[in-house]
């Protein structure tokens, strides 16, 4: 008699079995996987639009912080020695470079790589030509290959910039992670509390660039200027907020007559 319940045990057992397999091969297309980025939140759709350049590295696309997946650039307050071992700021720099290059082909292209743990969008980006942001940045000397991320994808076009001493490579530098670790402490990867250098006027970046609707002439105006406080400023438009007279000429601007 004990026999007999084992044997329903066994059958029954194995009819399940039997229907879980079924079911399996039949929805497993509807079962989402279980990984770490499940867990951290779902994966986006790739996001296109004009960008305004947060700083070196960072940039905003309809209201969504996107990082450069596998660079790092120096962070806005940060500041290196030129050839002459004299300081500058090199994290505004890199970001006036950032600005300018994707002005000259919009707008910009975005495929999803993660979410970091600040729930920005860290992506791939290219401009509308198909130009690689990243990469040249790191070939241009205003960011550095970040191993930790990118695996040495960005490892020869650092050599190149390095071998040519272009943008950091002039003079001395440190490295952004490094900077960031020192002057905020934890692990270096902090994102910067400022705004975007060209969309405010914080950090004593409050000379506004402003580009005319009738003739598209770039003029700045400096805070006391007759037209200083009317003058609105539309980074969407290419118009971009500086923190000297010099960044604002050098750039192309001219200063408002009065």
Known sequence: MASVPKRLVFVTVAAAAVLVTQFVMQYSGDVPDINLSNLVGPKSAPIAGVASVIDGDTIEVHGQRIRFNG????????????????????????????????????????????????????????????????????????????????????????????????????????????????????????????????????????????????????????PGQEHYDETVISTGKGERWFCSEDDARAAGWRKAGR
């Not at 910009?108 to 030509?129: I, L, M």
């Not at 205003?142 to 930790?148: F, K, V």
């Not at 910039?161 to 001395?172: I, N, P, Q, R």
């Open 71 to 222: 660079i790092d650039a120096p962070e806005s307050r940060q500041y290196c020695d030129d050839a002459k071992g004299f300081e500058y700021p090199c994290g505004r720099r890199s970001a006036e470079a950032l600005d300018t290059f994707l002005t000259a082909s919009r707008p910009v292209q975005c495929t999803f790589v993660s979410w970091d743990r600040y729930h920005r969008f860290v992506g791939d980006c290219r401009r509308a030509d198909g130009a690689s942001i990243a990469a040249w940045m790191v070939e241009h000397g205003q960011a550095l290959d970040w191993p930790r991320y990118s695996h040495g994808a960005y490892a020869q076009q650092q050599a190149q910039a390095e071998a040519a001493k272009v943008g950091l490579w002039v003079g001395a530098f440190q490295a952004p992670w490094e900077w960031r670790s020192e002057h905020r402490g934890g692990d270096g990867e902090q994102p910067s509390s400022t705004l975007s250098l060209f969309g405010s006027g914080s950090g004593g970046c409050d000379i506004k660039g402003n580009i005319s609707m009738n003739t598209g002439e770039r003029i700045y105006h400096v």
